[in-house]
Structures are given as C-alpha cells and as structure tokens.
C-alpha cells in the first residue's frame, strides 16, 4: 500500500474517531524487552485496554512475576460485553487488578483478578481513572490517536512515566515537539506498522512509534557520521541560513551550523551528540517562515527538524 493511502487510512480513522486499532502481541514484545528494569516493583496502568483483547493486558498478566511487577491495573472506555470474567451483565465499564500469580498457574485465572466496576464510562479523562492513575508508576498502553495531544498533555501534568505509541505524525504537534525538544519525551527503539481490527482483520498503517520518558540505552548511543560537508551537496534554504539534510545518514560530520533533518531524525537522536533547534512550521525558534516548511530552489519541502551538532 502506497503512503499517501496509508496516511488517508489514519486521517479517515481519527476523523470518525474509529481508534479501535489493536497492537499485537509481536510488537509489544519486541519493545518491551528494552525497559524490563524499570518494571521491578511498579505498579503498571493500561487505561485504555479491553482485556478481552488487550495484547497490553496479555503481555503484564502473563509476565508479571518474570518483570517482578507489584500491581497490574486495566480499564477500557465502556463496551458492550463487560461481563468478561462474570455471567453478570452491566452497564457499567470495568477495571481489573492483578497483583500475581497465587495459585501455581502459569494462567492468571479470574478469582486472582480483581474485577471491579466503574460507576463512569472508564474514559481516562473520567475522576475515576484519574484517581487511578494518580496510583500507578508506569502507564503502558495505544491511546486514541485522535486523542493524543490531551493523553500526553494528561500524563505530563501527573508526572507519570511511560511507554506509549503514537502515530509518526504526533511528532510535529506543537505541544508534544515541545516536550521533545525540551528532552522530556523521546522515541523508543521500533515502529509499529500493523494493527489489529476488532473484527481481527490487520491494519497497515503509517509508520508509528513508540513513545516514552523512561531513560533507555538507545537515546544515548551515538548516531554515527561518515560524510564530510559540501556546499554543491548541502544547499542552503531560501528562507533560512541553514542547509538541507534529505536523510538523517547524510548528516556531515564537519558541519558547525544549523540543519534542517526529516522528522525520522528522531529515531537516532542523542541529546549528547546533537541539540534540537526548532521545527520549522511551529516557529518554536525560526518565526520568519511564517508556519510553513523551508523553501529550497523556490520550492517549499516537508517539515524539517532544525538541529546542530553539539560537538563541534
């Protein structure tokens, strides 16, 4: 499938507000494997997880002794069968608490789980799930795209750690670029580009990423240059004294000055090695490109990420 109709597939689904795109187990634990070290003894949060098909819920529940985590927390926006582990039928959304294995099992069963109700919707903006959210160290889940900006904006004002994805176009959002740049939010080690439907057909998607504020390994490993800078090579923009960077891999590693990189540039970021500028159509630093993107030979580009090579 071409891009331009994998990024029509996302703006079709957050525009009728269908984020019911399930993350599959694969991709889970290819992340997951990286953070192992900060789930000893936290309380984990998946608040927008259905258990039934939560892959999140699946991963915590059947790993929770091997990460020696202390509490597994689990809601999910109301739905129509919330009698997963009863007979009983309800109105009312759910919330679970897993606190581990009791019974020698390998298979959490649902006397250890403990089922409770919501008197609300379980929308993570509910007092309900705030309150619970307030309890949890760690917040590991794919929140709403559409939803995305106030999910951070909510996980930053409660000082909560996390591991969450977002669609690769969350990057140039002014108020997550913002947190980025300020190395309070960075990329974590894959992308996701295949979702599940509740029908359990897959979705391809646009790339999507992985989300976080936990200190990883990766964000510290250096990007490694190999060109040397030239000025037939590097052109410079129209509108602004900095040079023109197509991949990230093309960097030159003698280059002082400003550069403008793709928004993919993240992916290999190290705040040690390099110092983020701006984004060039939120006029965080550069107000004289008026919201637009750089304009090279007359022609206006895609967004670009201004940064300097700290080092040099």
């Not at 990286?34 to 608040?47: A, I, S």
């Not at 699946?58 to 009863?86: A, V």
């Not at 110092?275 to 007359?298: K, V």
Request: net charge positive; with cysteine.
């Amino acid at each position: 499938m071409k891009k331009e109709s994998l990024n029509k597939n996302l703006h079709l689904a957050k525009n009728a507000k269908k984020d019911e795109f399930y993350t599959q187990l694969a991709d889970i634990e290819k992340e997951l494997q990286h953070y192992k070290e900060h789930f000893k003894n936290k309380t984990v949060f998946c608040n927008c997880d259905d258990p039934r098909v939560s892959n999140f819920f699946h991963y915590f529940s059947f790993n929770f002794e091997s990460l020696g985590l202390k509490k597994l927390i689990t809601t999910c926006y109301k739905n129509q069968n919330p009698d997963l582990f009863s007979d009983h039928k309800s109105e009312n959304a759910i919330y679970l608490e897993y606190k581990g294995e009791k019974n020698g099992g390998n298979v959490p069963t649902p006397e250890e789980i403990g089922i409770k109700y919501l008197k609300g919707d379980g929308d993570f903006r509910s007092k309900e799930c705030i309150a619970l959210l307030k309890k949890a160290d760690i917040v590991v889940t794919n929140p709403p795209f559409s939803l995305f900006r106030e999910y951070v904006a909510q996980l930053i004002e409660y000082s909560k750690k996390f591991v969450i994805i977002g669609n690769i176009n969350a990057i140039t959002y002014k108020e997550i670029f913002k947190l980025i740049k300020v190395n309070k939010l960075w990329l974590g080690y894959n992308c996701v580009r295949h979702f599940r439907r509740p029908d359990g057909s897959l979705f391809e998607s646009a790339r999507s990423y992985w989300y976080t504020n936990l200190d990883i390994l990766k964000r510290h490993e250096d990007f490694i240059l190999f060109k040397k800078y030239n000025p037939e090579e590097y052109p410079k923009y129209d509108n602004y004294d900095a040079i023109n960077i197509d991949k990230a891999e093309y960097i030159p590693m003698d280059y002082p000055g400003a550069m403008g990189v793709p928004i993919t540039f993240l992916d290999k970021y190290n705040p040690d090695q390099f110092e983020i500028l701006g984004l060039d159509d939120h006029r965080l630093q550069y107000p004289e490109w008026r919201g637009r993107g750089p304009d090279l030979n007359g022609k206006t580009i895609y967004r670009r990420i201004i940064i300097r090579n700290k080092r040099l």
